[in-house]
């Protein structure tokens, strides 16, 4: 088992900047995909990004490329989501989520889920 738990959300206004932080335990870490999905009020999920094991590759949305970077510390246990330029349509639950593998991240088929946290970007 893997519990995941995140933090970092909060309230920021357009053009701001928020830092998610993801920390995981139960199962060595650095086996893990890890990655990050949201989803927004009447809205389906949307993958957001997502890194491997080893933190050398990484994917992101269309949405969201060139604003968010995702980062890992196998040392802490953690990945990281880094915000900036946030835009109102970023409002949403953010979730970490975790798998053995990246295509099982990036297709929410992973088998760990956090709670969620969430982000609300005013206009």
């Known amino acids: 088992q893997v519990q995941l738990v995140e933090s970092g959300g909060g309230l920021v206004q357009a053009g701001g900047s928020l830092r998610l932080s993801c920390a995981a335990s139960?199962?060595?870490?650095?086996?893990?995909?890890m990655g990050w999905f949201r989803q927004a009020p009447g809205k389906e999920g949307e993958f957001v990004s997502a890194?491997?094991?080893?933190?050398?590759?990484?994917y992101y949305a269309d949405s969201v490329q060139g604003r968010f970077t995702i980062s890992r510390d196998n040392a802490k246990n953690t990945v990281d989501l880094q915000m900036n330029s946030l835009k109102p349509e970023d409002t949403a639950v953010y979730y970490c989520?975790?798998?053995?593998?990246?295509?099982?991240?990036?297709?929410?088929?992973?088998?760990?889920w956090g709670q969620g946290t969430q982000v609300t970007v005013s206009s």
């Open positions: 139960g199962r060595t870490f650095s086996s893990l995909a």
């Open positions: 890194i491997s094991w080893s933190g050398t590759s990484k």
């Open positions: 989520a975790a798998g053995d593998t990246t295509r099982e991240v990036t297709s929410a088929s992973g088998d760990y």
